[in-house]
């Protein structure tokens, strides 16, 4: 049963639009969001993080939405550029109740941006 | 630098022999995982560790082993067990508070 899920396994946009991902989760237990960028035969990078005490999180051109009652997360990057086409991960984890910090990854979101 | 190491970075092994993937932070972290990326799957947990000498089969810990002797070192060995090995594997680790995790830069491990 795929706890998190990227239901969009692509996405384009055109250079300088918005670019929103999306991303659900089913186990309400989760409260800590993440999302990652991945380029081909890399690891993961780190882009930003959403608490579940908080419904929006900035940084840049990068914003993370969370609405707790859908189970729904969104990354929005305004504007979009070239260099942030790749794969986005959704990813959850459970911080409370002890020591489960294992992250949860949805099966990613391939981003192109055209010039 | 501080960070995560994996190496090496491209592997090949003939089917039936088990082969071992090496990972290794000076990030002081508490907490060190493996993930398997194939295509159209995401990145799925193998196993995680979060203290020494401690460690736990994540969602596809079958045909897999790991041991965690040192805080700064988590390998993976891919048994012959494992019927499906070729894939890109990724190590990471984490502070055992609210935080990220950090990646290496990945094993890609090809079987013939």
């Known amino acids: 049963d795929q706890q998190v899920k990227q239901n969009s396994p692509s996405l384009s946009v055109q250079e300088g639009r918005i670019s929103i991902l999306n991303c659900d989760y089913t186990?309400?237990?989760?409260?800590?969001f993440l999302w990652y960028k991945k380029y081909p035969a890399e690891g993961p990078t780190f882009l930003i993080s959403?608490?579940?005490?908080?419904d929006k999180n900035e940084d840049g051109r990068f914003t993370v939405f969370l609405n707790k009652s859908a189970k729904h997360l969104s990354l929005h990057i305004v504007p979009s550029q070239p260099g942030d086409s790749a794969v986005y991960f959704c990813?959850?984890?459970?911080?409370?109740?002890?020591?489960?910090?294992?992250?949860?990854f949805g099966k990613g979101t391939l981003l192109t941006v055209n010039p | 630098d501080g960070g995560i190491t994996q190496s090496p970075k491209y592997l090949f092994r003939k089917e039936g022999q088990n082969v071992t993937l090496s990972c290794e932070q000076n990030l002081n972290h508490d907490a060190m995982y493996w993930y398997r990326q194939d295509p159209g799957q995401g990145l799925r947990l193998i196993y995680y560790s979060q203290i020494v000498n401690d460690f736990q089969k994540g969602d596809i810990a079958e045909g897999y082993s790991v041991s965690r002797e040192k805080k700064e070192s988590f390998p993976l060995t891919v048994t012959s067990a494992q019927k499906n090995p070729t894939a890109f594997y990724l190590c990471?680790?984490?502070?055992?508070?609210?935080?990220?995790?950090?990646f290496g830069q990945g094993t890609r491990l090809t079987v013939v």
């Open positions: 990471a680790s984490s502070t055992s508070h609210n935080t990220e995790a950090f």
């Open positions: 186990n309400s237990m989760f409260d800590y």
């Open positions: 959403i608490s579940s005490i908080k």
């Open positions: 990813a959850a984890r459970r911080n409370s109740g002890g020591s489960n910090y294992k992250l949860t």
